[in-house]
């Protein structure tokens, strides 16, 4: 629904995924990225920054759109969380930033995996990227606003089922705006959304699956680990269309990593990930 926000990566693109050794070991032997809540990720105000910004241009829009339509709008967002689950794996567009290491790969202990960004959007994913920018955060909010102002104001059946789904759409897409502080991370933010289902008296997470490499993706089955003693619900993505695809062309090693070159590409070799350079971080690090 943020039109700005969808990420269009030209040819040769990398994105980096920063990781500890162990999930690096996990990705490459079984060519899957993980999918996780994205309310229970690192940052606590992963969604709520969204939502703060969608007040902001809702308030300023309110004398030209109207009341009535805004909290339309707002209704729908807020019961969003209560039909589906948005499950996230997250990108950076360089491959070697110090405050990447610290956070994301084991203290630098870790790697950067870079991918093709090009092929990682044959995955049954939606492509957002971050922005970091509050003025221009409200600015594309508001645009879209005027957009389904416009759009209900000629429509002859009001708040139809597109006004539904538009309005589902921009609800978590609001997870491509974060706070200026996080600027460094330069995040493409990949989204895949599973569907939430009655069962008994609560509720089930189901995949509500998609399309890969130009095909129906199979639905997989929801799976879980343990954050801090909370269950958090995962999704592991196959990224090569069952062994067909190599998306994987670069592994940067971390700052305080003291693997060597030639054993990192004997590694990935035998795993059959061919052909990627490995190389190592020359951020500085005490």
Not at 7 to 23: A, I, N, V
Request: overall charge negative; glycine content about 6%; some cysteine.
């Amino acid at each position: 629904m943020l039109a700005d926000r969808l990420y269009r990566p030209k040819d040769g693109e990398m994105l980096y995924h920063y990781c500890s050794p162990e999930t690096l070991l996990a990705i490459c032997s079984h060519k899957t990225l993980r999918f996780c809540d994205l309310f229970s990720m690192n940052d606590f105000m992963e969604m709520h920054w969204g939502y703060h910004i969608w007040e902001i241009a809702a308030g300023e829009m309110i004398k030209t759109v109207g009341k009535e339509l805004l909290d339309d709008i707002d209704k729908i967002i807020h019961t969003s969380g209560l039909r589906a689950l948005p499950l996230a794996a997250c990108m950076s567009t360089q491959g070697d930033v110090l405050s990447q290491w610290r956070a994301y790969a084991h203290d630098g202990n870790g790697y950067a995996i870079g991918f093709n960004a090009k092929k990682l959007l044959s995955l049954p994913v939606r492509p957002l990227r971050v922005s970091y920018d509050e003025t221009k955060q409200v600015a594309e909010v508001k645009k879209i606003i005027k957009v389904l102002h416009e759009a209900e104001s000629e429509a002859e059946v009001k708040r139809s089922e597109g006004f539904f789904i538009a309005c589902t759409h921009l609800a978590f897409d609001l997870a491509a705006f974060k706070n200026p502080a996080f600027c460094e991370e330069q995040e493409i933010r990949f989204l895949h959304v599973a569907n939430l289902m009655p069962s008994n008296n609560s509720l089930r997470i189901v995949d509500a699956g998609g399309t890969a490499w130009e095909q129906e993706s199979k639905l997989q089955q929801i799976s879980f680990h343990m954050t801090r003693g909370t269950p958090v619900a995962h999704l592991d993505i196959d990224f090569s269309n069952r062994g067909k695809e190599h998306p994987i062309s670069e592994v940067v090693i971390g700052p305080k990593n003291e693997s060597m070159l030639p054993g990192i590409s004997i590694f990935l070799e035998t795993l059959d990930i061919p052909n990627v350079k490995v190389w190592k971080s020359k951020a500085s690090y005490r």
